[in-house]
């Protein structure tokens, strides 16, 4: 028999986080030949994550440019993604999540009539602007997909509530919660020197909906909380984008206990959340990770299409308002009943088993 043909494709760190178990699991299958692809729509933070689970490319579009629009970038992945479909000619094509990335993998697949299966299906805040763009992309491909790989039952129902064929929904669990139990497991050097005797606050912020007045809000709130409080320190990785470089600088680089870095590697990124005594982010990887670490989330965005974790009670959603963000941070500090209340060490979202059964159901569905 021969064996199925799979394109694995990612595009940023957290895709690439997130697929790295479903790869290696179906490396080990004699069944499937598999490949990757790169879009490398963020290509240092990319290229690392691959590194650390030793994952090669195949193929490599290398499509990120500074600043990139999403009218242009939608262009030229289609254009690119479309190049690479017809010399591979899968069987079957897998992204994950909401990006620019796996939106457009979804539709060039459709216009070629290639199968497509989407691993972390059926997040929803049901506002099509927040997240932007993402909201939207999630629900583009949906109903591109012929399979969908839902991380929780609330992600199922929510496809379910737009006709989604129940048959072709499985509920796996979600992979990031696979990468973080293996990762966990061994201590890193973070490279960077913090004060143990501090509390290590760990700041993550880059979402495009926050650009501007929202994220210098957050900044200045951070910057506060620090003034306030000389028992805590902070560590923010920034990300790349000018967007965000330019106002964590600004209004965070001034003082001496904000250590403002490059972004840190997966595994060092891991160890930070480790080491941290409560996080505060935008991030919606870091709201399936904290929780499973015991640690604390503070996320600050108005929604969340990961609502499980707000209902076990270890997330809170602050936004960008600057007296909520300083509050609930400093109960944290202060309120140790608080604290444990929220630091309960449980995963909504899966139990590090999701790749094994998004294989077992690919095999079942390709043989």
Request: proline share 4%; hydrophobic share 45%.
């Amino acid at each position: 028999m021969k064996n199925k043909r799979i394109l694995c494709v990612v595009g940023t760190r957290p895709e690439a986080i997130k697929m790295a178990p479903v790869i290696l699991a179906l490396q080990k299958q004699e069944w499937a030949d598999v490949k990757v692809l790169a879009t490398a729509q963020h290509r240092q933070m990319l290229d690392q994550v691959l590194s650390v689970f030793g994952i090669a490319l195949d193929y490599d579009l290398d499509i990120m440019q500074s600043n990139q629009g999403l009218t242009e970038l939608t262009t030229r992945l289609l254009v690119a993604l479309d190049k690479v479909l017809e010399k591979a000619s899968p069987d079957m094509v897998l992204g994950q999540g909401d990006t620019t990335t796996v939106m457009t993998t979804s539709l060039a697949c459709f216009y070629r009539k290639i199968a497509f299966g989407h691993v972390e299906a059926g997040l929803r805040t049901n506002d099509i602007y927040n997240p932007f763009p993402e909201e939207m992309n999630r629900v583009v491909v949906s109903h591109l997909s012929a399979l969908h790989f839902a991380p929780t039952k609330s992600a199922r129902d929510n496809l379910l509530r737009e006709n989604i064929s129940e048959g072709h929904i499985y509920v796996t669990g979600n992979t990031v919660i696979d990468a973080l139990l293996a990762t966990a497991r061994k201590d890193f050097e973070i490279g960077i020197d913090l004060d143990s005797a501090k509390q290590l606050i760990l700041l993550t912020s880059h979402r495009r909906e926050n650009f501007g007045a929202p994220m210098r809000d957050a900044f200045t709130a951070i910057l506060e909380l620090v003034e306030r409080n000389d028992t805590i320190e902070v560590l923010y990785p920034v990300h790349p984008n000018p967007n965000v470089t330019k106002p964590a600088h600004e209004i965070l680089g001034v003082h001496s206990r904000i250590h403002l870095v490059e972004p840190l590697g997966y595994t060092q990124f891991v160890q930070a959340m480790k080491q941290a005594y409560l996080i505060i982010s935008d991030s919606g990887g870091v709201q399936e990770e904290a929780p499973a670490l015991g640690k604390p989330v503070l996320v600050l965005r108005e929604e969340t299409e990961r609502p499980e974790a707000v209902d076990a009670g270890v997330v809170r959603l602050v936004g960008t308002n600057k007296t909520l963000i300083i509050s609930e941070a400093e109960k944290l500090l202060f309120d140790k009943e608080y604290y444990k209340s929220m630091a309960l060490g449980i995963s909504p979202y899966g139990d590090g088993k999701a790749a094994d059964r998004i294989v077992s159901i690919l095999k079942k569905w390709l043989l």
